[in-house]
T-cell receptor, first 111, second 111 residues
Framework: SQTIHQWPATLVQPVGSPLSLECTVEGTSNPNLYWYRQAAGRGLQLLFY??????ISSEVPQNLSASRPQDRQFILSSKKLLLSDSGFYLC??????????FGSGTRLTVV | QQPVQSPQAVILREGEDAVINCSSS?????VHWYRQKHGEAPVFLMI?????EQKGHDKISASFNEKKQQSSLYLTASQLSYSGTYFCGTDVSGSNYKLTFGKGTLLTVNP
């Protein structure tokens, strides 16, 4: 069966520090991968999606970046965090017609 | 364009019914429905594809009116476990790669 792993679960980082969140999927190959951010009252905002290794599409211009170094690995990064980067970050993968499966999420607080 | 969900919140007693609506200003290829418990990741409920179909499982069902660009989620004989925030996600591109989520509907089921 397919599983998705995301870590860490919680993170408190100072403003200006770097960020690296990792997501891996098991049990499938060539999945579509996504990074979403959820802020209170704003639903789920698509940040990046990837349909293959090295293929990244950005939806929102900001100081975040994403990379897909391996087929089932998706990484969200930042060189310098802002206060506004705080939120609940969710990685997801999908199979066409079967909906998205989300990871357990990372709650990031920038202080 | 973010779909509009209504109502924003609803409170039910166990056994009562509820309807959650999702409207888009653009033509839709598909609509996804998810439920999120507090502090957890969203969980996929169902997907409705272009064609106006209605789907369901157990006592949760949904309809999709592509002419009106609307979808509705029906919860009948609600249970305590139905509590959570319900999100619709819409695909306007046909690629399934860029779901846009509504702000969510908070459903509370009381004994």
């Amino acid at each position: 069966s397919q599983t998705i792993h995301q870590w860490p679960a919680t993170l408190v980082q100072p403003v200006g520090s770097p960020l690296s969140l990792e997501c891996t999927v098991e049990g499938t190959s060539n999945p579509n991968l996504y990074w979403y951010r959820q802020a209170a009252g704003r639903g789920l905002q698509l940040l990046f999606y990837s349909v293959g290794i090295g293929q990244i599409s950005s939806e929102v211009p900001q100081n975040l970046s994403a990379s897909r170094p391996q087929d089932r690995q998706f990484i969200l990064s930042s060189k310098k965090l802002l206060l506004s980067d705080s939120g609940f970050y969710l990685c997801a993968w999908d199979r066409t017609g079967k909906g998205y499966t989300f990871g357990s999420g990372t709650r990031l607080t920038v202080v | 364009q973010q779909p509009v969900q209504s109502p924003q919140a609803v409170i039910l007693r166990e056994g009562e019914d509820a309807v959650i609506n999702c409207s888009s200003s653009k033509a839709l290829y598909s609509v996804h429905w998810y439920r999120q418990k507090h502090g957890e990741a969203p969980v996929f409920l169902m997907i409705l594809l272009k064609g106006g179909e209605q789907k369901g499982h157990d006592k949760i069902s949904a309809s999709f009116n592509e002419k009106k660009q609307q979808s509705s989620l029906y919860l009948t004989a609600s249970q305590l476990s139905y509590s959570g925030t319900y999100f619709c996600g819409t695909d306007v591109s046909g690629s399934n790669y860029k779901l846009t989520f509504g702000k969510g509907t908070l459903l509370t089921v009381n004994p």
